[in-house]
């Protein structure tokens, strides 16, 4: 009868032990689909990580300029093209407005 129990905690052992090593297996690949240990060298490493963020940060800022430099010189087109339409109040705001900012660009104070 000691046998039959023996065997019984031996298959429940095992089935245990499969069960944790296939969790085990699912942690594992769920470490390396995050790249934890990439992370942890980065980590260890300070001036690396000191370096990757300042070129992140010049490459943002540049982006931004140009974006916002974009945006602003499509900005001034529209209203050139707004002011050259010659509306009664708003045409003459405009021309106003394209006007500093062309003295503004040139250097001269309005």
């Known amino acids: 009868m000691t046998e039959v129990n023996d ?3 031996l298959k429940r052992v095992r089935h245990s032990l499969d069960a944790l090593e296939k ?9 390396e689909r ?6 942890v060298t ?12 300042l070129l992140g940060g010049t490459s943002r800022g540049i982006g931004i300029a140009i974006g916002f430099t974009f945006f602003a010189a499509t900005i001034l087109y529209v209203l050139q093209l ?6 009664p109040i708003i045409g003459d705001y405009i021309a106003d407005i394209v006007r500093i900012v062309q003295h503004q660009l040139e250097g001269k104070t309005y």
């Open 7 to 9: 065997e019984q905690d």
């Open 23 to 31: 969790r085990l297996q699912k942690v594992v690949i769920e470490m």
């Open 34 to 39: 995050s790249q934890i240990a990439d992370y």
């Open 42 to 53: 980065l980590l260890n490493r300070p001036f690396s990580l000191m370096w990757r963020n």
């Open 82 to 87: 707004l002011g050259a339409l010659n509306l």
